[in-house]
């Protein structure tokens, strides 16, 4: 009589083959005999994900989990079965287990990057801006040049009262897309809301360059040099510049993400922001 083990081989062969219902019936059999085997029951659970069977895939990967926890594949299937179940606070999770167990997996990071992202713009939209920073955050992490991760992290930041991280974010964004006009905005806003003008300015002033018209970035400008006692500068700074009269501050309202492609593309990101 084979052992668990060359049982297992066996069905592993059918399954590679691609004679499914063979190895199908061989998992079955181990499990009946050994319930929960880590090994048959990750195998099982592939297989079932394979053929299109995914909601029943999910327990076997559970139960593989559950009686090899040091695994990082076992973790790594079971996240890919989550997400394909729209599960993604779940498969993030799983995928965070693989990296705690193998720091250098590389599908897993690759995975989850995209999988926090999505968790934090829920969080952000549904105005649990802590709970969206700290995703984005993580999300950085794992992927440092995400334009949209960073700026929307600067306007959760905002959100938060927070402008110095703020302020870093988003001129962190900007320096991702020199093209961003939001992201020199969002910077010049959170500066000025640190009383740091002349950063503010300089923020600014690239936007400009870029974008002339930007009546937007002429009043924001304006205001700022009166801040600084520049008045005969503030009013001949620009085509956006009032007559004399002291500009409107810059519009403040909630914080909003980028939509997609916005932080990707000038003519979106001219935009307000």
């Known amino acids: ?79 890919k079965v989550q997400d394909a179940l729209g599960q993604t606070a779940a498969a993030a999770a799983s995928w965070l287990a693989t990296l705690h167990r193998q720091p250098d997996h590389g599908e897993a990071a690759e995975r989850l990057a995209p999988a926090l992202r999505v968790l934090a713009e829920t969080a952000f939209d549904s105005g649990a801006l802590a709970s969206a920073a700290a995703l984005y955050e993580r999300a950085l992490a794992l992927d440092p040049q ?65 974008d002339p018209a930007q009546g937007g970035c002429w009043a924001s400008l304006c205001l700022l040099r009166n801040e600084l006692g520049r008045r005969g500068a503030a009013v001949t700074a620009g085509p956006g510049a009032g007559a004399g009269a002291p500009p409107p501050p810059q519009a403040s309202g909630p914080p909003r993400r980028a939509t997609p492609h916005a932080a990707s593309t000038p003519s979106a990101a001219g935009g307000g922001g």
Not at 29 to 58: C, F, K, N, W, Y
């Open 1 to 79: 009589m084979a052992t668990v083990s060359e049982a297992l081989s066996i069905a592993l062969d059918h399954h590679i083959a691609g004679r499914v219902a063979e190895a199908e019936t061989l998992y079955g059999r181990i499990l009946e005999a050994v319930p929960g085997h880590p090994d048959a029951s990750h195998l099982m659970g592939l297989l079932l994900a394979q053929t299109g069977r995914v909601a029943a895939a999910l327990p076997h990967l559970d139960a593989a989990v559950a009686g090899d926890p040091a695994s990082p594949t076992y973790h790594l299937n079971r996240g």
């Open 146 to 210: 995400n334009l949209s991760a960073a700026f929307d992290a600067a306007m959760a930041a905002k959100g938060l009262g927070r402008s110095q991280e703020a302020a870093r974010l988003a001129g962190f964004a900007a320096r991702l897309d020199p093209t961003l006009l939001r992201a020199r905005m969002a910077e010049a806003e959170a500066c000025q809301a640190l009383g740091q003008t002349e950063r503010a300015i300089a923020a600014l002033r690239p936007a400009l360059a870029l």
